[in-house]
């Protein structure tokens, strides 16, 4: 399939507006730019409750949102990490998705405003999205969740750490139910054919993945180690069943096909959809594409299923 046409005009219209590379400008003008991305997340719909509070992390407080969608006093929850290549977005450019996949599904979904690199390189990042895991657990009657049924997910870098958390979370036997991961960045390898076939003109290009990646691990002391690289674990056996989403034209396919194959050649659970003539980014922009609710509420669904 070709690139959908509402696509299309998407990365047209980004093109002509001549925003400046990640690698090209200061760090502050690039956080800066992130905020017109709002536009194309869409109007967030009503929820029962969304609520803001700090919790304690292993070196800063951290800012969560949560999504409580019903008054449910046991519900089940997705403990949630944002993308952004480690080191750009923020917490309000997912509550048009957040709040329809909380409707949509009936989980409370708690967001954590990670520290980013470079700033706070591997393991920060790493270590605030665990302990954000575990705080909800150690929480779950004041949150009103079953802390039987808790789940990890995130996008892209958020993907990532998801991945991340949930193989700490299987080597320190605590138990999470699914780990959601949408076009995550699990592989530091830019050879695979997605990378070089898709390296450009798709929003999202194989230079800039480089250059997150640097940012994030600053070196390559860590490359092999899986709760910075999720590919490189030796084995994924007993990690929670996972389902994961790609894109056709994102540069990442290549990393969430093989991602994918890895938990199936070990028995993990894996439910694996690619979105035909999408990109990168596009599950969060509900405003830009209506396969971005298609997929919300496909994930709502299968989530479902899994806690019965």
Known sequence: MTLAPEIKAFLEKQAAAGAPAV??????VIRANTQGR???????????????????GPTSDLPIRIYRPTGNPSAPAIVHFHGGG???????????????????????????????????????????CYATLLWVRAHGEELNIDINNIGVAGDSAGGTLASAVALKARDNEIPIRFQLLIYPCNGRKFTTDSYENLATGYGLTTQAM??????????????????????????????????????????????????????????????????????????????????????????????RKLVG
């Open 23 to 28: 690698w090209e400008a200061p760090l502050a």
């Open 38 to 56: 709002m536009a194309t997340s869409g109007p967030v719909e009503p929820v029962f409750e969304i609520i803001n509070r700090f919790i304690p």
């Open 86 to 128: 480690f080191v750009l977005n923020y917490l309000d450019m997912y509550d048009a998705s957040m709040a329809r996949l909380a409707n949509q599904s009936g989980f409370t979904i708690i967001g954590v405003h990670y520290q980013k690199a470079p700033e706070h390189p591997f393991p920060i990042p790493f270590d605030d």
């Open 210 to 303: 480089k250059w997150f990646w640097e940012q994030y691990l600053q070196g390559t002391s860590h490359d092999t180690n899986p709760y910075a690289v999720p590919m490189t674990a030796k084995k994924f056996a007993g990690v929670a069943p996972a389902i994961v989403l790609t894109a056709q034209y994102d540069p990442l396919l290549s990393d969430g096909e093989e991602y994918a194959a890895l938990l199936h050649r070990d028995g993990v659970p894996i439910l694996y959809r690619q979105y035909d003539g999408m990109i990168h980014g596009f599950f969060t922009n509900m405003a830009v594409t209506p396969t971005a609710r298609e997929a919300i509420d496909f994930v709502a669904e299968e989530l």
